[in-house]
């Protein structure tokens, strides 16, 4: 484009006789041009005397590092190759009617061992990429086999984080299926609740007291799950009706939960039979590429039948509502999960289901990427929705609590690691404790005898204790033979299922048993962990609680969809975590059963005697896990004690008076430090005084330094008539004054002594 200006003569106007590399004619630049849009950058190398190619014998291949570039409009799939100082493209793709005359080059260009390439010549083209449009010199070379893109068009196309982009794992995927990755999905065909013949209905005629500072937070939560579709109101009158239950949390949001025990007592399963996770793992042979996929709130994304929608109902304070989507709380959900995923991926090679986790692998990148997005393109097609928990691409990946990389099968560390990890005992109860591990799996190696015997010499009763190299060898010896995978059972979803989980004051045990086909039971995993130091001031019964859900979460992998029985030593635990109300529990116990609400199990007492496994992870537990789940769970218990408090009909001023009358009585003293330490093992040990706690000692709790028996008062013995007066003010019924001191207060006969003053 000439200028014309007094100070731009025409004759002297640099432009004069150049060419326009946009539009081939002369007078003007290529930055001035408006025959076409304004171009991003101009790449000129040509005043190097030489240029590296690199790499000329590259093979075409998928290869996630190759992008197509429109070339004067025309496509090319060039590798990107930040090596190259220049943008070459083979001899076969030149095209003088489409790229114009070559010129001759006026570099060397030179390739591998700087050895210098045959260059055909060189042709100016427009390269675009998206938006970004760039001029550029393009090399013609003879021996070439896939065309190259150099780095300062890799720069000025922008390529590089594009790139970067694609290389981060999920990304791209995330770009290609996006349906997948945003909101709550929704499959085809909906859940229909069986029951079993005889089943009595179950409904309350009255919600849980929400406290007020939570008030306006359920509504909006109930908003919230009505708009997604998961939840209704419901007007019609309906057998079935629980209760909800909010849990508060640290960051101020809320969880709702239903409590469908009675439900769940009368819900028949599916019998939807898991495939044996060693014919799983026969399917891996070769695979060193892996994916896990993980789908968003999963159960939420099955619609519920219509006819099943009445038996979700539970009542709030606002109102009833009932289930669209299948809830949590059923006991059947993750079998009838677990059935549709493996529908909904039958027939892909590569990919398997169990559980609620979906493995895609293949025997190498291309392979996989090929197997992945056919399970994403069912996925798709299928209306289910993935979340943020998803890993892809890996060389290893945990999945039935085995690592699984290109070397093979191996079993988790974090499960070694229970067993490694005991430390050696340092008298004859430390031996007899790990002997018992022995007895557990001695008939699964011929030379465990042989191994322990220094170790069973010492539990004899003439011997004296003595721990020199001859036991310590036998130690290491004998626990490196325990904590070969070898030795463990291979899971079976068939077989009928124990776990026991024991605590000590200072760590947590289990072991998942499993019957075999000869009748005995063999160990399938053992696990084992250190308490925090917040756990370790729990209640005995707390930790007890958390030693049992600990342990199921853990083993969820092997647990969700099966039926199995738990051991516990703990008698309380029978009531409190099986079919007791959940309104009657306290704060942190309530939190645990939540936990275990998507579990199937029936829970036995078991003497300590034959929780010996269990007991000797518990005494020699390895490091706390590096989680930060009980340290949620023990904000959120806070959090759901100082509202406990605040929701007490009394005034602060009454409230530090029954404290400080608490601090003073005998009797809640010895109450007090039980919560703290333990209750004793038989009710015969404890003081007469204490005998008509010991049937509540499970609900006895220290919140904010009030005695409580769940959400209620412990009134010490010289309060009490004060309280029973207090009550009656007013003269009310009979009636009231109960469920006054229902809501309020409490001690052993607190009702009867109602009953006798009205």
Request: charged share 25%; aromatic share 8%; with cysteine.
């Amino acid at each position: 484009m000439r200028k014309k200006s007094p100070q731009h003569p025409w004759k002297l106007c640099p432009a004069r006789e150049a060419e326009c590399r946009k539009c081939r004619k002369k007078g003007h630049f290529a930055t001035v041009c408006r025959s076409v849009q304004r171009l991003e950058a101009i790449v000129d190398s040509s005043y190097d005397e030489s240029a590296f190619l690199g790499t000329i014998q590259t093979q075409k291949q998928e290869n996630l590092w190759q992008q197509k570039i429109l070339v004067n409009k025309e496509p090319i799939t060039f590798k990107i190759d930040t090596g190259a100082a220049v943008t070459a493209i083979p001899a076969s793709l030149y095209s003088a009617e489409k790229q114009g005359k070559l010129k001759d080059s006026k570099k060397k260009i030179l390739g591998p061992n700087s050895t210098p390439l045959k260059v055909m010549g060189t042709f100016s083209a427009c390269l675009q990429k998206d938006k970004k449009r760039i001029w550029q010199d393009i090399y013609v070379v003879t021996d070439l086999v896939m065309p190259l893109l150099g780095l300062p068009a890799i720069q000025s196309l922008q390529l590089l984080q594009q790139v970067a982009n694609i290389h981060k794992p999920g990304e791209q995927y995330k770009a290609m299926f996006p349906k997948v990755f945003s909101g709550l999905g929704k499959l085809e065909g909906s859940y229909k609740i069986k029951l079993s013949e005889g089943a009595v209905p179950y409904a309350l005629s009255a919600p849980r007291r929400v406290p007020l500072p939570l008030v306006e937070k359920v509504k909006l939560e109930l908003h919230r799950m009505e708009e997604m579709g998961v939840i209704r109101r419901i007007e019609e009158p309906t057998p079935w009706c629980a209760g909800m239950v909010v849990v508060p949390k640290p960051n101020g949001n809320i969880r709702i939960c239903v409590d469908l025990t009675r439900l769940n007592e009368n819900v028949c399963r599916e019998r939807h039979i898991l495939p044996a996770v060693d014919e799983t793992l026969a399917q891996l042979e070769g695979a060193a590429v892996f994916s896990k996929l993980d789908a968003t709130s999963g159960f939420w994304q099955i619609p519920l039948h219509e006819d099943s929608e009445p038996l979700t109902t539970f009542i709030t304070p606002f109102g009833r509502y009932c289930f669209r989507r299948l809830p949590f709380g059923i006991s059947s959900a993750p079998e009838h999960f677990q059935l549709r995923i493996s529908q909904i991926i039958a027939g892909t090679t590569g990919a398997l289901c169990h559980a609620d986790d979906v493995l895609v692998f293949g025997k190498d990148q291309k392979e996989h990427n090929e197997r992945l997005c056919e399970v994403l393109k069912k996925f798709e097609e299928a209306g289910l929705t993935l979340n943020d928990k998803c890993v892809f691409a890996v060389d290893r990946v945990k999945f039935l609590g085995h690592t699984i990389s290109a070397q093979g099968i191996e079993a988790d560390e974090d499960k070694i690691k229970a067993i490694l990890n005991m430390p050696e005992p340092e008298n004859v109860e430390g031996v007899r404790r790990f002997m018992g591990m022995v007895n557990y799996v001695g008939k699964f190696s011929p030379h465990l005898p042989t191994l322990t015997k220094p170790l069973r010499d010492l539990l004899r009763n003439d011997n004296t204790w003595t721990w020199d190299a001859q036991q310590k060898e036998a130690f290491a010896k004998v626990k490196k033979e325990l904590s070969s995978p070898a030795i463990l059972a291979q899971y079976s979803p068939n077989s009928e299922t124990i776990v026991s989980a024991d605590a000590s004051s200072y760590g947590l045990g289990g072991v998942l048993m499993q019957k075999q086909k000869n009748g005995e039971w063999r160990p399938v995993v053992y696990i084992s962990r250190s308490l925090t130091p917040t756990e370790t001031r729990y209640a005995q019964i707390e930790k007890e609680a958390l030693a049992t859900t600990w342990a199921c979460e853990r083993l969820s992998a092997y647990l969700l969809g099966l039926e199995f029985t738990v051991h516990t030593d703990h008698k309380p635990l029978i009531s409190l975590l099986g079919n007791r109300p959940i309104d009657d529990l306290p704060p942190r116990i309530l939190r645990f059963r939540l936990r275990l609400l998507r579990y199937k199990y029936n829970i036995m007492y078991v003497p300590g005697k034959q929780l010996v496994t269990a007991d000797a992870l518990s005494r020699a537990p390895s490091g706390p896990e590096k989680s930060t789940e009980n340290e949620t769970l023990e904000d959120e218990c806070r959090v759901f004690v100082d509202l406990i408090v605040q929701q007490i009909p009394a005034t602060k001023t009454k409230l530090k008076q029954i404290q400080e009358m608490q601090n003073e009585d005998l009797t809640c003293q010895q109450l007090r430090q039980y919560t703290q330490k333990g209750w004793p093992d038989h009710q015969k040990t404890v003081s007469e005084h204490l005998v008509p706690y010991w049937s509540h000692r499970a609900d006895i709790h220290v919140a904010n330094g009030i005695l409580l028996k769940g959400e209620r008062i412990l009134i010490p013995k010289p309060m009490q008539r004060e309280m029973l007066e207090r009550l009656h003010q007013g003269h009310q019924g009979m009636t009231k004054c109960i469920a006054r001191a229902q809501q309020s207060i409490w001690w052993p006969g607190v009702i009867r002594d109602v009953r006798e003053l009205v």
